[in-house]
């Protein structure tokens, strides 16, 4: 059974941290449906196509790793590859079917691309969900984890994070990537693109939406610019101050720190897959969050993207309300709404509440996007 929630809506106004040498990993329907959903809806409507038909290939994007953000910080000024994995209906990923929507899926510190596709759970795979729902995503790997890897983890930071997720964004959107296996294939363009961000990702889509201004859609999980816990900010100076004599730290002191940070009712299955993928956080990253806190304290009136904020009413990581309170931050955003899932903990997409969660996310999509 789903747990209870709360939704408003407002009014616009350790694994070790990769390194060098490590092993690199439609249109809209036409007609309209009868009964219980009435009504013309978009192309990822609740219709699911056949699962079937649904695909992942592994992508790469050759991105220059520098701040272009009023955080500040400093990165290495270096070209990279971040690799990720599109995940949707066949014809879509295989660039068949023109111009489509793609969502970017941003993830947190200590987790990766692996917490949006989890494998061998199918009931907790985000991307994997979507897609039979019609959704197209992109999962990344940010740069300094799995395979994106980062020889020091000193040499990227958070703005650095939001410039290269900006240039994830117009790549899509001109076809500028290469599947890994097929490099010469075409790539589906998007003519939209939607970020989700959970925790310090979310944080990065933000800043990308706030100081780029170049995307349609916000997911925003399991953040908040100013409802930190004391939890939370115990936890980001425990890692600021390892990162004193190491380049990558891990999130959560322990194994039970980061599963007790992060989950309240995800299946015991379901936190050891997340326990086994853990990783190691970038330092540059670890000692950038203050400031892009402070960035977004003062940025986050500038989005003017849809946003739609999900909270775990059991995060420890957040403050109560704090949903509510982010949401009402955005002044300049042409819709925002709002939902707290009252027994969930942060890592939405993996807790008990997954489907629910899921089902808020497509509906938002439909409601929001009329036409792909």
Request: charged share 20%; proline share 4%; with cysteine.
């Amino acid at each position: 059974m789903s747990s209870p929630s709360r939704r408003s809506s407002l009014p616009a106004s350790p694994r070790r941290g990769p390194r060098a040498g490590r092993t690199l990993l439609a249109g809209l329907l036409a007609g309209a449906l009868t009964g219980a959903l009435l009504g013309a809806v978009a192309g990822q409507s609740s219709a699911a196509p056949d699962p079937q038909r649904v695909i992942s290939r592994d992508v790469v994007f050759t991105l220059n790793n520098h701040n272009d953000t009023s955080v500040p910080c400093l990165a290495d000024g270096e070209v990279h590859t971040v690799a990720g994995r599109l995940v949707g209906p066949r014809e879509e990923v295989l660039g068949h079917a023109g111009s489509t929507r793609i969502n970017v899926l941003v993830h947190d510190a200590g987790t990766g691309g692996w917490f949006w596709n989890l494998r061998g759970a199918q009931r907790y795979d985000y991307a994997g969900q979507l897609a039979r729902r019609g959704e197209t995503s992109l999962i990344l790997d940010r740069l300094g984890f799995d395979a994106s890897p980062l020889a020091d983890g000193r040499a990227t930071c958070l703005g650095a994070q939001a410039t290269m997720l900006h240039q994830v964004v117009q790549h899509l959107k001109a076809g500028i990537y290469e599947f890994v296996a097929r490099p010469a294939d075409a790539v589906p363009h998007g003519a939209q693109v939607v970020l989700h961000g959970h925790g310090v990702g979310a944080a990065v889509a933000q800043l990308e939406a706030a100081e780029f201004d170049d995307v349609d859609g916000l997911v925003v999980m399991g953040w908040s610019d100013t409802g930190a816990s004391s939890t939370a900010i115990s936890e980001a100076a425990r890692q600021t101050s390892a990162c004193l004599g190491d380049d990558y730290v891990p999130y959560g002191a322990t194994v039970e720190d980061f599963t007790s940070l992060l989950f309240t009712t995800a299946p015991g299955r379901v936190r050891r897959a997340a326990q086994a993928q853990r990783n190691d956080t970038p330092c540059g990253d670890v000692t950038s969050l203050l400031g892009t806190v402070g960035a977004l304290n003062l940025g986050t009136r500038a989005v003017e993207a849809d946003v739609l904020v999900l909270q775990g009413g059991r995060d420890v990581r957040t403050r109560d309300a704090s949903a509510d309170a982010q949401a009402r931050r955005y002044s300049s955003a042409d819709s925002v709404t709002a939902r707290t899932f009252t027994r969930a903990g942060s890592a939405l997409p993996l807790e008990k509440q997954a489907p629910t969660v899921r089902r808020t996310v497509l509906r938002w999509l439909d409601s929001t996007f009329v036409e792909r």
